[in-house]
């Protein structure tokens, strides 16, 4: 199944995290959702947290689409989302990119929101 879903909002305290290092990996699936809930969400992870990255999911306007942003500590530790996250959905069938701060794009269909979040990890745990 794509992505299942599950609420939406700007709190951070939604969706899942993971400690990777020295980075607070957030990820969270909303399912049909709208640009603004998860651009909020988002935003809240990286002001309420030092080292993060957080990775949104949904259906916007009908397309699987992803938003990743990065924290300031995050960024000096030498991820860079627009490079980092583009490659990584480059290499599933993806599209997008972005700044060191944030990327987005689209995601192939039928992508598995667990399989997306299992690269992401494995990523960050072998970024240099």
Same mark, same amino acid.
């Given at each position: ?37 998860? !651009?909020?969400? +988002? ?8 080292? *993060? #990255?957080?990775?949104?999911? =949904?259906?916007?306007? %009908? ?10 500590? !995050?960024?000096? +530790? ?8 583009? *490659? #990584?959905?480059?290499?599933? =069938?993806?599209?997008? %990119? ?24 494995n990523m960050i745990e072998n970024h240099k």
């Open positions: 199944e794509r992505f299942s879903g599950g609420g939406g909002g700007s709190n951070a305290s939604i969706g899942s995290q993971e400690k990777i290092g020295a980075v607070e990996f957030h990820f969270h699936d909303f399912g049909e959702a709208d640009q603004d809930s998860m !651009a909020g969400w +988002s935003d809240a992870v990286k002001s309420s947290h030092d080292a *993060a #990255l957080s990775l949104a999911v =949904g259906i916007l306007n %009908g397309k699987s689409t992803f938003m990743v942003s990065a924290s300031a500590s !995050a960024i000096k +530790s030498g991820f860079d989302c627009g490079k980092d996250f583009g *490659a #990584l959905i480059r290499e599933m =069938g993806g599209r997008g %990119g972005g700044k060191p701060a944030f990327a987005r794009g689209s995601l192939p269909d039928g992508l598995a929101f667990d399989e997306l979040v299992a690269r992401a990890k």
